[in-house]
T-cell receptor
Framework: AQSVSQHNHHVILSEAASLELGCNYSYGGTVNLFWYVQYPGQHLQLLLK??????LVKGIKGFEAEFIKSKFSFNLRKPSVQWSDTAEYFC????????????FGSGTRLQVQP | DGGITQSPKYLFRKEGQNVTLSCEQN?????MYWYRQDPGQGLRLIYY???????QKGDIAEGYSVSREKKESFPLTVTSAQKNPTAFYLC???????????FGQGTRLTVV
């Protein structure tokens, strides 16, 4: 079975600081990779996704993520965070075949201070 | 507006009672999912259904049951056998081709 690890549980940054959130997964086969965001009081929304092709993926609101296959990683980045980026961020994977349900990491709570 | 509707938003029940959480989608998606969200544990898969009249156990199915009699509906019953039912429950759906899932607003269940 696949699993996802997010090592940063709680990150506190000042506005304009750069962000990198780590995500590692364990599964030997082909996977699809996702980052979701949950703003306070709102439903889970897709930030970006990787299925194949260019390993550098750009998403909404200036976020990007890089898939490094050799490291089983899919880290999320943003050059300059804003107060409105305060939210919980979840990395998720699913398989290309068989069980297609997403497997999520434990989440990273990002707090951006003005 | 297309989307996933979960009701109610907040639910309170006494210990020992079964409770059913509603999930309806009008996105014409084949697959539907139930997740449980607890602080610091992310989302854990309870049950999923890839097609009408078929469903599979997820990673934490004990104490839960589901049905999938209609494509648009996937209700979850939290039974009295679930040892720690107080949690935030999220329903999601996805189409056959695309693999990303779309989520409802969630139901916060409190058992007292």
């Amino acid at each position: 079975a696949q699993s996802v690890s997010q090592h940063n549980h709680h990150v506190i940054l000042s506005e304009a600081a750069s962000l990198e959130l780590g995500c590692n997964y364990s599964y030997g086969g082909t996977v699809n990779l996702f980052w979701y965001v949950q703003y306070p009081g709102q439903h889970l929304q897709l930030l970006l996704k990787y299925f194949s092709g260019d390993p550098l993926v750009k998403g909404i609101k200036g976020f990007e993520a890089e898939f490094i296959k050799s490291k089983f990683s899919f880290n999320l980045r943003k050059p300059s965070v804003q107060w409105s980026d305060t939210a919980e961020y979840f990395c998720a994977v699913n398989r290309d075949t068989g069980r297609r349900a997403l497997t999520f990491g434990s989440g990273t709570r990002l707090q951006v201070q003005p | 507006d297309g989307g996933i509707t979960q009701s109610p938003k907040y639910l309170f029940r006494k210990e020992g009672q079964n409770v059913t959480l509603s999930c309806e989608q009008n996105l014409n998606h084949d697959a539907m999912y139930w997740y449980r969200q607890d602080p610091g544990q992310g989302l854990r898969l309870i049950y999923y259904s890839q097609i009408v009249n078929d469903f599979q156990k997820g990673d934490i199915a004990e104490g839960y049951s589901v049905s999938r009699e209609k494509k648009e509906s996937f209700p979850l019953t939290v039974t009295s056998a679930q040892k720690n039912p107080t949690a935030f429950y999220l329903c999601a759906s996805s189409s056959t081709g695309a693999t990303e899932a779309f989520f409802g607003q969630g139901t916060r269940l409190t058992v007292v």
